[in-house]
């Protein structure tokens, strides 16, 4: 099955300096992958679509100077938290579609929990 | 708007009860609906994908069905390692593919 490697799994970091997470599509060319945001006990949040090759679409509200987006290959896609404040600190997991197509299920990452003191 | 409630919150159940978790939705055409189960402090990991009222999917314990409002996830006979967080989630039929997420159903199974 499709596999989503992401790194790193945990990160500490002190508030404004950057953290850039990774994520691979280990077995699958993923020309899309998307960022979640997800806070205890409440539902993931989409942050944005990363395209390969082009500009990552960002939902309303989030921050794209903030969290920059970087999809320079068919297998990886970074998020870069920019100054990064305590407010920052959530768990983030990114996900890709294999090439079955628009209907295909997103596979996910297995997270990074990152927490600015 | 695009919406998709679970219930309940959490669920204790006791190994070998059976039961079902909700899954209702609203949304302007239905590409799919998709099933996942989390383990704390990971990623989703996926169970199934229903496209169309009336459909079923089976894997070991649990079978998931699918109307045109609501979605169930049955667990038969659970064992203590079903303990998870399960989430629903549906694609709407226009627009971007998107996701969009319930808050999920914390199922714990005790032996």
């Known amino acids: 099955g499709a596999v989503v490697s992401q790194h790193p799994s945990r990160v500490i970091c002190k508030s404004g300096t950057s953290v850039k997470i990774e994520c691979r599509s280990l077995d699958f060319q993923a020309t899309t992958m998307f960022w979640y945001r997800q806070f205890p006990k409440q539902s993931l949040m989409l942050m944005a679509t990363s395209n390969e090759g082009s500009k990552a679409t960002y939902e309303q509200g989030v921050e794209k100077d903030k969290f920059l987006i970087n999809h320079a290959s068919l297998t990886l896609s970074t998020l870069t938290v920019t100054s990064a404040h305590p407010e920052d600190s959530s768990f983030y997991i990114c996900?890709?579609?294999?090439?079955?197509?628009?209907?295909?299920?997103?596979?996910f990452g297995n997270g990074t929990r990152l927490t600015v003191t | 708007e695009d919406q998709v409630t679970q219930s309940p919150e959490a669920l204790r159940l006791q190994e070998g009860e059976s039961s079902s978790l909700n899954c209702s939705y609203t949304?302007?055409?239905?590409?799919?609906l998709f099933w996942y189960r989390q383990d704390p402090g990971k990623g989703p990991e996926f169970l199934f994908t229903l496209y169309s009222a009336g459909e079923e999917k089976e894997k070991e314990r649990l079978k998931a069905t699918l109307t045109k409002k609501e979605s169930f996830l049955h667990i038969t006979a659970p064992k203590p390692e079903d303990s998870a967080t399960y989430l629903c989630a549906v694609q709407a039929a226009s627009g971007t593919y998107k996701y969009i997420f319930g808050t999920g159903t914390r199922l714990k199974v005790l032996a």
């Open positions: 996900s890709a579609r294999d090439s079955g197509g628009a209907n295909s299920p997103l596979h």
């Open positions: 949304v302007s055409g239905l590409r799919g």
